[in-house]
């Protein structure tokens, strides 16, 4: 089963219960600030609840872009073009130096590189859904950038706003990055629909088939079954509903499809005039709650390949270490001359 159980504090918690009057006014002051839409900044005060909700969203995410390279790097050596080559190396070690930003967004608030690694190798730490899916053919490169991207982005931009500014200045250089690799999938897309043979756009349409509905649910769970949104929404950590960015996403995807030339896979996709929105067909929460508990298609293979990195980058991480204190013993006597 994934959990997060190291950083969540259920409300009511005993301990938390009797505050002293300084913990009172902090809190007050905090408050405050939340509601003037200031940034907090790591050494600021926070409350203890803030901290842990932010350090399980964010190693969620940082562990998301790590875990996200997976199914990518798949292609990498299969890449039909140098160029295509060329721009899915530059998207995954993208993500990799995402992954490290974030990671030392989630430092900043007291829990350690070390911590954050052991959750996600132990199989505690959750990283997003749409990760634990395959990566069958090459349309699937252009369907990752399009959707999956596409539904990245959606969900990030309105965190360059979050209230905890470490996060919010990490997601601002991690947006630029993303709008890149949301555009060159679907170019990709459409070079293979515009140009391309039958069979390229038959492989193009079943990638988007299996990718719609894992990108939909990337999005969470409906607002009213949401345990972390209303508390979220109020420290200004999340801006926008899960609901409210999936149906922003699928009003924007549907007329992006129409370009394609693909079918969504949902009879029910409607323009509703009184909403001025697309209606959509019922999500399979059950499949998405499956892949959370471990068991998507992909589950144990990429925890796997990421214990395997880790064991197997081991001589590496020593050699820097080694290194780093080479130098450090070398320049003591050099300052002491000086
Ligand atoms: N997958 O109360 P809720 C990328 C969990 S990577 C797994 O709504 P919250 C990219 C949720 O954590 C993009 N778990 O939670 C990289 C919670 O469990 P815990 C990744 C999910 O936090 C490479 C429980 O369900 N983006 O762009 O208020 C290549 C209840 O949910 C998912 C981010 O991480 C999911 N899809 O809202 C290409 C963005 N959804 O923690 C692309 C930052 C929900 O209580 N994160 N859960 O045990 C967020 O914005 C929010 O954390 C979420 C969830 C919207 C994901």
């Known amino acids: 089963m994934y959990t997060q159980a190291m950083d969540t504090m259920k409300d009511g918690d005993p301990v938390k219960a009797v505050r002293s009057v300084d913990e009172v006014r902090l809190q007050e002051a905090f408050d405050a600030r939340i509601d003037a839409g200031e940034f907090i900044e790591a050494k600021d005060w926070m409350p ?6 932010l350090v399980r969203q964010i190693s969620q995410h940082a562990h998301s872009e790590i875990v996200g390279m997976l199914p990518e790097g798949n292609w990498i050596t299969r890449a039909p073009t140098l160029k295509r080559k060329a721009i899915l190396l530059a998207k995954v070690q993208d993500e990799g130096g995402h992954g490290l930003y974030l990671y ?4 900043t608030l ?3 590189r070390d911590q954050l690694f052991d959750a996600l190798h132990s199989g505690r730490a959750k990283y997003s859904s749409i990760f634990n899916y395959p990566t069958l053919t090459w349309a699937d490169m252009g369907t990752v950038g399009w959707l999956v991207d596409g539904a ?5 931009v309105p965190i360059c706003r979050c209230s905890y500014a470490p996060y919010a200045r990490a997601m601002i250089r991690i947006c630029r990055e993303e709008s890149f690799h949301q555009r060159q999938g679907y170019e990709s897309l459409l070079t293979m629909m515009m140009r391309g043979t039958d069979a390229q756009k038959a492989m193009v349409q079943d990638a988007v088939d299996r990718w719609w509905w894992p990108s939909v649910m990337m999005f969470g769970p409906p607002d009213d079954q949401s345990p972390n949104s209303a508390q979220s929404m109020r420290w200004g950590i999340k801006r926008v509903s899960n609901d409210d960015l999936r149906q922003k996403f699928v009003d924007a995807a549907v007329e992006q499809a129409r ?3 693909v079918t969504l896979p949902d009879p029910d996709l409607a323009w509703n005039e009184e909403r001025q929105h697309w209606d959509f067909g019922a999500i399979d929460w059950a499949e998405f709650r499956a892949v959370l508990a471990g068991d998507g298609p992909c589950n144990r293979e990429r925890l796997q390949a ?3 990195a880790w064991e197997e980058g081991a001589w590496v991480r020593e050699a820097a270490l080694a290194y780093a204190a080479k130098r450090h013993h070398n320049a003591i006597p050099m300052e002491r001359a000086a």
């Open 104 to 107: 030392a967004a989630a430092e």
């Open 306 to 308: 990421r214990v395997d």
């Open 259 to 261: 370009i394609l030339g």
């Open 152 to 156: 990245a982005i959606m969900n990030q």
């Open 110 to 112: 007291g829990t350690s």
């Open 48 to 53: 203890d609840h803030y901290r842990k909700t």
